[in-house]
């Protein structure tokens, strides 16, 4: 059962990058992709009767527990903005390795400010991840190999944030349960949205997508934080049921889904995702995720 429910999160969390990567293609082409922010937050923000209503005891933790939730959903959103915009211009099965560098930098950021160990199988993991990024941020061509330079930036700012947000968690030590941390948190991406629509270019380019196809965006964007809802629930179970580190260790397996999927997409339905099926790229991709794969696994293994 437990095992079911750890391989729930890494297959849910593949659907909705694939998920981001058609909502980015479909819909942002001339568009700036912090407007599908405002619709995720719109979906968080419409969530939270449910989550009060599932959870009543939301507002019982200490002012600064809900402070360092709600500032998490904020630097969450941030990161998911870097995110957006690497995926805009490059397959999906490229960008989602990179999100593994998250493990690498919540270690670096312990090591710094919470002083916590980095041991052999760390520091190995570590370059084992950096090795697999690299690989994967070279682009090949008749002419010559050109580096990547945009996308790894806007990744290096999506996992660093995201790393940030959970250091600070850990700093203040918040261990209110699930549904109250997702209610704070999506709080707080209820928050960044507003700031968004602060600026009056998004807010222009919100209202004329929302015009010409308000059910597409928002129901696909709902959907995709539902799928992302039950990928969090079912690890945190898992890990319930058996032991944290191998919880996580299958989590990792992200990347393998994200590049099987996207494999399918462009065999069978090439017009909901691009997937570059020659020889070469498809054994560069999967050396590069199967590195950084192993190097989760080694650092979360203390």
Known sequence: MWLLLAFLGPISWAVSTHIDK???DRYFQDSDTAVLMLFTALTGVALLPLIWWIEPAIL???????????VSGVLYMGAMLFYLRAIQSEEASVVAPLFQASTLFTFLLGYLFLHERLGPSQ???GGLIVSGALGLSFQGGTKAR??????????????FVLALSTVLFKFFAVRDDFWTTTFWTFVGEGLFGAALLCRPGYRRQFADLFRRSPGAVAGINAANELINLGAGLGV????LLAPVALVSAISSTTTFFVFAFGILLALFFPRLGREDLSTRNLMKKGAGALLIAAGVVLIETY
Request: hydrophobic share 60%; charged share 15%.
């Open 60 to 70: 019982k933790p200490a002012p600064g527990a809900i402070a360092v939730m709600t």
């Open 146 to 159: 050109r580096f990547k330079t945009r996308l790894v930036l806007l990744m290096l700012a999506a996992t």
């Open 236 to 239: 945190r179970y898992a890990a």
């Open 22 to 24: 058609y909502l980015v």
């Open 123 to 125: 520091l190995l993991g």
